[in-house]
T-cell receptor, first 117, second 109 residues
Framework: GAGVSQSPSNKVTEKGKDVELRCDPI?????LYWYRQRLGQGLEFLIY????????KSGLPSDRFSAERTGESVSTLTIQRTQQEDSAVYLC???????????????FGEGSRLTVL | SQQGEEDPQALSIQEGENATMNCSYK?????LQWYRQNSGRGLVHLIL?????REKHSGRLRVTLDTSKKSSSLLITASRAADTASYFC?????????FGKGTRLSVIA
């Protein structure tokens, strides 16, 4: 596609439910990132994929959070047993870097706004 | 934890004035990038400056980098109402891009 696509754009869920957030990166981009942004705050790094592998999972806040990527394309971020503090915008980004730590610009999607009631 | 810290947190100026935002960071970097975010949605890359560069221009944007002081500034000249947004600096070394908390710029027509 022309840009990074995220779905759903908005999700309202009840506390304790599981949610899945999807990211379609720009075609051919090997690196994919997930960030979280709470209201009025900066971006908090969650996880990064190089191809289908995740060299850095250090940002995942708890074991309720997991992510996978298949076919060096689509990625899914799953949050189990959601809590109110999980409410935030979840941003996905991709970059074309093929090896090593990506150092160039990131291309962001519009984000998925999650509200946990 | 966040590496970059933008200053000021919020800035309000009149259309046509220049806007200057600053970013300080803590560790060595490969490069520093500035991004813009409208209405809390996706970020858009504005400019990248490498650690061996001191100044870079792109249209109405001017970025400086002082690695000895671990700081950078973003200057937007002749601001427009459409420049109203949040601006973030982000640093890169051997980690994924680390973002600051941003400066909220309001340009009043």
């Amino acid at each position: 596609g022309a840009g990074v696509s995220q779905s759903p754009s908005n999700k309202v869920t009840e506390k304790g439910k599981d949610v899945e957030l999807r990211c379609d990166p720009i075609s051919g981009h090997t690196a994919l990132y997930w960030y979280r942004q709470r209201l009025g705050q900066g971006l908090e790094f969650l996880i990064y994929f190089q191809g289908n592998s995740a060299p850095d999972k250090s940002g995942l806040p708890s074991d309720r959070f997991s992510a996978e990527r298949t076919g060096e394309s689509v990625s899914t971020l799953t949050i189990q047993r959601t809590q109110q503090e999980d409410s935030a915008v979840y941003l996905c980004a991709s970059s074309p870097d093929a090896a090593g730590w990506p150092t160039g610009e990131l291309f962001f999607g519009e984000g998925s706004r999650l509200t946990v009631l | 934890s966040q590496q970059g810290e933008e200053d000021p947190q919020a800035l309000s100026i009149q259309e046509g004035e220049n806007a200057t935002m600053n970013c300080s960071y803590k560790t060595s970097i490969n490069n520093l990038q500035w991004y813009r975010q409208n209405s809390g949605r996706g970020l858009v890359h504005l400019i990248l400056i490498r650690s061996n560069e001191r100044e870079k221009h792109s249209g109405r944007l001017r970025v400086t980098l002082d690695t000895s002081k671990k700081s950078s500034s973003l200057l937007i000249t002749a601001s427009r109402a459409a420049d109203t947004a949040s601006y973030f600096c982000a640093t890169v070394l051997n980690t994924p891009l680390v973002f600051g908390k941003g400066t909220r710029l309001s340009v009043i027509a």
